[in-house]
């Protein structure tokens, strides 16, 4: 078996620990996650589920799957602290399913914010390869999902700031010195004129620690 992505040193590693591409998908026929009581979202589920291992597809063996509702809390916090899952995906109940693929390069949260949250990681500075990954999977799961699509927004989401693309690309970088010189406030308000945001290394929301920060786009409406 491959080694994970975390057990890797890429490319730009003294600085871009990992790369990720993370899209965000709903099926047509459901309602949005916040509008799902549990028997539709254990149905969003199963589709999915099936969608991914039984699709014939050379990957498709390559995945497992978790009932994040009944493992512990212990394996629950690891999946956070390996960037396989978001925090905010652990912290509640409600059908929620997460299939890895074996070098856990790959993960797919089902009934997070959005149905679906697939996201591809990378180790160092490799954002073609991340997106290639990610679409190729999107793809294949196009073919036997119906995806919450508008001719004129792109892919809907529960949240308005991912309508388009449904894409995040982020690299998290390792920032020691910036960070001690104090210098990180004014690059943050320097990249958000350009449509960039810069957090902690957990997502939204989230304090940087260690030096650890997270960068990412915020447009994801009007770009290609």
């Known amino acids: 078996m491959?080694?994970?992505?975390?057990e890797k040193n890429g490319k730009d590693g003294e600085v871009v620990i990992s790369t990720r591409v993370?899209?965000?998908?709903n099926l047509e026929e459901f309602p949005f996650p916040a509008r799902c009581g549990s028997d539709l979202r254990r149905r969003i589920s199963e589709r999915v589920k099936d969608a991914v291992m039984n699709?014939?597809?050379?990957?498709s063996s390559r995945f497992s799957c978790l009932d994040v509702d009944n493992i512990s809390t212990g394996e629950k916090v690891?999946?956070?602290?390996?960037?396989l899952v978001s925090p905010e995906f652990i912290g509640t109940k409600g059908e929620k399913t997460v299939l890895l693929m074996d070098d856990e390069s790959v993960s797919i949260m089902v009934n997070e914010e959005d149905h679906i949250r697939l996201q591809v990681m990378c180790e160092g500075f490799d954002l073609d390869r991340a997106y290639e990954q990610a679409?190729?999977?999107?793809?294949?799961?196009?073919?036997?999902l119906k995806f919450a699509f508008s001719d004129t927004l792109g892919y809907l989401t529960q949240c308005p700031?991912?309508?388009?693309?449904?894409m995040?690309?982020?690299v998290m970088l390792h920032l020691p010195a910036l960070k001690a010189a104090n210098a990180m406030?004014?690059?943050a308000e320097n990249l958000s004129k350009l449509g960039i945001t810069i957090r902690g290394a957990y997502g939204e929301g989230t304090e940087p620690k260690a030096g650890l920060y997270q960068l990412s786009n915020q447009i994801t409406l009007g770009i290609s």
């Open 135 to 144: 679409s190729r999977i999107d793809t294949l799961l196009d073919e036997r």
């Open 161 to 166: 700031t991912n309508l388009g693309t449904g």
């Open 78 to 83: 690891s999946l956070v602290e390996r960037h």
């Open 168 to 170: 995040r690309a982020s």
């Open 55 to 59: 699709s014939g597809s050379v990957i």
């Open 2 to 6: 491959d080694k994970k992505w975390y």
């Open 22 to 25: 993370r899209l965000a998908r």
């Open 185 to 187: 406030q004014k690059i």
